[in-house]
């Protein structure tokens, strides 16, 4: 069993148990309940585990186009123009950068069209299974299989092209 040791990710992944708990199965008879929200809870933990882990693959990959300077750097800012970073930076770590994003971009572009869309709703935008199941009209299994192979094809096509994560 995995122990969540942050007080408001876990509050959160309680909340999160709960109002699955209320909204599937609140029809069900109290006895059973106990049950399924500890089967709920589990697989909520579960879940906050594997998008953290992706997340953290995702985050070191971005990482290397950090300054250093910046702890609350978050590595998505990256493709917004900032003409003073930019600036500050080395011409070669600017083309190393933008040489980066082409790569990553096309080859999240060469996704099947359902994969890109959970990836990047998923790991871009940051919605949770529930809320990308939604917005895709389809099941959150679906969900968490486009973004599997998602990122094992983008970690793939990138190792192929050496670049290591």
């Given at each position: 069993m995995f122990a969540v040791r942050n007080e408001e990710t876990a509050l959160d992944i309680v909340?999160?148990?709960?109002?699955?708990?209320a909204e599937k199965y609140g029809d069900r008879p109290a006895g059973e309940l106990p049950?399924?929200?500890q089967r709920i809870m589990?697989?909520?933990?579960?879940?906050?585990?594997?998008?953290?882990?992706?997340?953290?693959?995702?985050?070191?990959?971005?990482?290397?186009?950090?300054?250093?300077?910046?702890?609350?750097?978050?590595?998505?800012?990256?493709?917004?123009?900032?003409?003073?970073a930019a600036m500050r930076d080395s011409p070669e770590r600017h083309f190393q950068q933008s040489q980066m994003l082409e790569i990553l971009e096309r080859e999240i572009m060469l996704l099947p069209a359902r994969q890109r869309e959970a990836f990047l709703m998923r790991y871009w935008e940051d919605m949770d299974v529930a809320e990308t199941a939604s917005a895709m009209g389809c099941s959150q299994g679906s969900v968490k299989t486009h973004c599997s192979r998602a990122t094992h094809a983008l970690a793939a096509a990138l190792k192929a092209r050496g670049i290591s994560l």
């Open positions: 909340q999160d148990s709960m109002m699955k708990l049950m399924l929200f589990q697989n909520t933990i579960r879940d906050h585990y594997r998008r953290s882990r992706i997340r953290s693959l995702w985050t070191t990959l971005f990482s290397s186009f950090s300054s250093g300077e910046d702890e609350e750097y978050d590595p998505l800012e990256m493709l917004e123009t900032d003409s003073e």
